[in-house]
């Protein structure tokens, strides 16, 4: 029986019955899909019934991974794609020049590669039992070819942790744009002055706390492979906030949520762009200072920890 309630869900066969042999005591609302979303939207609900369909020969056991490999392969066939048929039982996790692989150890190359999927998006919570943001945060930065950060408190102790690996980052030639604020003083100004001189850094800042409060928190790695990856939640760059406290951030994939991404995008290139944000180099340290000042008035540190 169906439950009364809101639904987005393309009619199957079988659901389309459903809806005809209720229709005496349910009422349903129907919308006709848009042309212009239809290749989304039937392509979701493809991926729906072949991952059903795969889990079910997945569960059978033996020789489960050839069989998925040839269903998929019919499935990929009626879709007339043949250079998209699967080819390998294994999946490609990097591509390196081979001078860089001959100088590099097994070991140091797996610290490139983030715990989490690349391809698919996931939660952190803060919990013992998932990697910490920091760590993550590190090894992100490691295989990034840009890095865009849009942070409304930056603390010295939390940069320091991925402060080497940013360094690297930028002497190997990748960019890095930072946006953050001196909303209520949180940011350490030494934090700001170490960004802004990092080789190919750029960082802005908004001194306007009144008209604008920057709380936002959006860490994104961009790939030329196409396997960027964000991370969008309530982290500030301090300590406590990328390794212990009790924070939620979602890892967005580019694969999995590329509409998403491109929000991501555009939204921090519109912050970019703005007025509201002014870049930031030595020559404006004793401006920053007197913000900070202002804004904190006559609160402690910790009257701010909560922000922190």
């Keep these: 029986m169906l439950e009364p309630g809101l639904y987005e869900q393309t009619i199957s066969r079988e659901l389309k019955d459903e809806l005809e042999s209720e229709k005496d005591e349910l009422v349903s609302e129907l919308r006709k899909i848009d042309d212009a979303e239809a290749p989304k939207i039937l392509a979701e609900y493809v991926a729906e019934v072949a991952e059903s369909a795969l889990a079910r020969i997945s569960e059978s056991g033996k020789d489960s991974l050839e069989n998925q490999i040839q269903l998929t392969n019919k499935m990929i066939g009626a879709l007339d794609s043949p250079s998209d048929l699967v080819g390998d039982s294994h999946q490609l996790l990097y591509l390196v020049p081979k001078v860089m692989h001959q100088i590099r150890g097994k070991s140091e190359r797996d610290t490139l590669r983030p715990e989490t999927p690349m391809s698919q998006s996931s939660l952190f919570t803060g919990s013992r039992h998932e990697p910490s943001m920091g760590s993550e945060l590190k090894k992100e930065i490691a295989s990034a070819d840009r890095i865009d950060m849009l942070v409304s408190f930056i603390k010295w102790p939390g940069l320091r942790i991925i402060l080497p690996e940013l360094r690297e980052f930028s002497e190997r030639g990748g960019k890095l744009r930072v946006i953050t604020t001196s909303y209520i003083g949180a940011t350490d100004v030494k934090a700001i002055d170490e960004l802004s001189e990092l080789p190919n850094a750029e960082v802005k800042v908004s001194y306007d706390t009144r008209g604008t409060r920057l709380h936002a928190k959006a860490y994104v790695f961009y790939r030329k492979t196409g396997f ?12 406590p906030a990328i390794t212990s406290g009790l924070e ?33 180099d030595k020559s404006q340290h004793d401006r920053f200072v007197e913000a900070v000042k202002r804004e904190r008035g006559d609160k402690t540190p910790s009257d701010l920890v909560y922000f922190f």
């Design 248 to 280: 939620w951030n979602v890892k967005v994939a580019q694969r999995e949520l590329p509409d998403t991404m491109a929000k991501i995008r555009a939204t921090f290139e519109s912050y970019w762009e703005s007025n509201d944000f002014e870049p930031y």
């Design 228 to 239: 960027t990856t964000a991370y969008v939640g309530s982290s500030n760059l301090s300590n």
